[in-house]
């Protein structure tokens, strides 16, 4: 029997992960039920948006170019349904430690593509220009650390049902 502290502290973490679950499950249903983001150019205006705004890093601007615009159709799609898959993970608490090893991938994809404060800021912006991102990196690896499906799960519900004598 875990202890009160414990407890409260996988309550918290549970309570992190269906709250960012929620948030993708929210970006994520919009990309796949609307075809604006993947068929009409949604994803292609934010790459041109990054790409205009110097907002990318420059080791990722050949990337941009050269890789993701070529090919922006297949990869708005994996966007949209990786969005929805994260989301649908993390709120049911299934295939949390894959999902987040996924989102972590995304979320550090997007920072260097979107989060560049450029040649001349100090250390400080590149942090403060993160935030959006970064912030939901450190979620991602506290699912992988923590215990994130351990209470309010469909993983611990399924656990729990198998280990309960018949």
């Not at 070529?70 to 649908?88: D, N, W």
């Not at 709120?91 to 404060?117: C, D, H």
Request: hydrophobic share 50%.
């Amino acid at each position: 029997m875990p202890s009160t502290t414990e407890t409260q502290d996988l309550r918290a973490l549970a309570f992190l992960r269906i709250s960012v679950g929620l948030f993708f499950l929210l970006f994520g249903q919009y990309k796949v039920f609307s075809t604006y983001f993947t068929l009409h150019g949604g994803f292609q205006f934010w790459i041109h948006q990054f790409l205009e705004n110097n907002s990318a890093y420059p080791f990722m601007v050949p990337v941009l170019r050269g890789f993701v615009l070529p090919h922006a159709t297949p990869i708005a799609f994996l966007v949209a349904y990786g969005e929805l898959a994260i989301g649908v993970a993390l709120t049911l608490g299934v295939l949390v430690r894959p999902a987040s090893v996924a989102a972590l991938v995304f979320m550090l994809t997007l920072l260097f593509s979107s989060n560049y404060p450029g040649p001349d800021a100090p250390i400080w912006q590149y942090f403060g220009a993160s935030l959006d991102h970064s912030v939901l990196a450190l979620c991602f690896i506290c699912f992988l650390i923590g215990r994130a499906e351990s209470i309010w799960s469909v993983s611990s519900l399924l656990r729990r049902n198998r280990d309960t004598p018949a």
